[in-house]
């Protein structure tokens, strides 16, 4: 009698779940529907809550009233307003670089392996993000430093002047490769290149070889078939990959910590006001610009059918 009680229970709730579908669906659902809900959203509104909050002056509190004065003081000074164009501006340069390079890899990968080939292919492409991150941002430093295999290759070529040259150029230039914009574009790249790759070779998987051949059989040359097939079907791809590469340059602070000249980004900024500053809600009102960004961004690439290449 004690074993057919909780057997039968089991029955009862095994009959439940198969004649309530959406019921079991909820239960499914539930757990990642609570995680978004809670953790992710809960903890996203509670920042754009402090930045609509103040730090009194005097005692360094935060003063828990609605106010704009975290985003009056983010936008009032140039150098504030300077972090976020150049954040801006190197996400979209680093986006722009990754799908340059990213394209040709993706589509030789997607019309030109099979087999082993294709997958060798994905493990080179997917091989970096094995290895810690940190390691690998630390790891060019040193490639990129004065005395490192760059700078070295430039010499042993008899090109150290180009180089040097390169690193007089204003903005881009510096002292030495790890401490120059250049060399921080460079690692940014090699970083978030793999995200890029992916979602192009997504897309291209998915172009139709009928299109191709009857593109071809119509008399249209290669580079035709390319620019009025291929390009515009793989568009999704390609601004699906920059999601990923302009959201993650955006918000990243740990390169920009260790390659490239002196000069903060957002994500240094929301750092440093978190922490050694105190100043919560500047870092929130700091937070709140990539987020609106992203968001902007989103909509744009959402009219390019990103998200059906994701």
């Known amino acids: 009698m004690s074993l057919a009680a909780p057997r039968s229970l089991r029955r009862r709730v095994s009959d439940l779940l198969y004649l309530r579908p959406r019921f079991l669906l909820l239960l499914l659902l539930l757990p990642p529907l609570l995680w978004m809900g809670i953790l992710y959203l809960g903890s996203l509104f509670n920042l754009m809550l402090y930045s ?77 993000l094995w290895s810690s991150y940190l390691i690998k941002v630390y790891a060019w430093r040193l490639i990129l430093a004065g005395e490192g295999v760059v700078s070295w290759f430039f010499n042993a070529l008899g090109l150290g002047w180009l180089l040097q040259g390169v690193l007089s150029l204003p903005v881009i230039g510096g002292t030495s490769l790890s401490n120059s914009y250049l060399g921080m574009f460079l690692v940014f ?81 929301v750092y440093v006001q978190q922490g050694t500053a105190g100043n919560l809600p500047l870092a929130a009102a700091f937070s709140v610009v990539p987020v609106v960004i992203i968001a902007i961004y989103l909509l744009i690439v959402r009219r390019m059918g990103a998200f059906n290449a994701l």
């Open 189 to 269: 790249t090699y970083i978030w290149l793999p995200y890029m790759i992916l979602p192009i070779i997504a897309a291209l998987e998915r172009v139709p070889r009928s299109l191709i051949q009857a593109s071809s059989d119509l008399g249209a040359r290669p580079r035709q078939t390319f620019w009025k097939v291929v390009w515009p079907l793989s568009i999704p791809g390609v601004a699906a990959g920059s999601i990923f590469t302009f959201s993650l340059t955006l918000g990243d602070y740990i390169i920009p910590q260790v390659v490239g000249q002196p000069g903060f980004f957002i994500g240094q900024m």
């Open 52 to 128: 609509f909050y103040s730090l009194n002056d005097f005692t360094g509190q935060v003063e828990y009233r609605f106010s704009l004065s975290a985003f009056k003081q983010l936008f009032s000074s140039a150098a504030n307003v300077d972090i976020v164009l150049r954040t801006t501006l190197m996400a979209l340069a680093v986006t722009l670089a990754c799908a340059v390079i990213a394209f040709p890899i993706a589509y030789y990968i997607a019309f030109y392996t099979r087999g082993s080939a294709r997958a060798f292919w994905y493990l080179m492409v997917l091989l970096p």
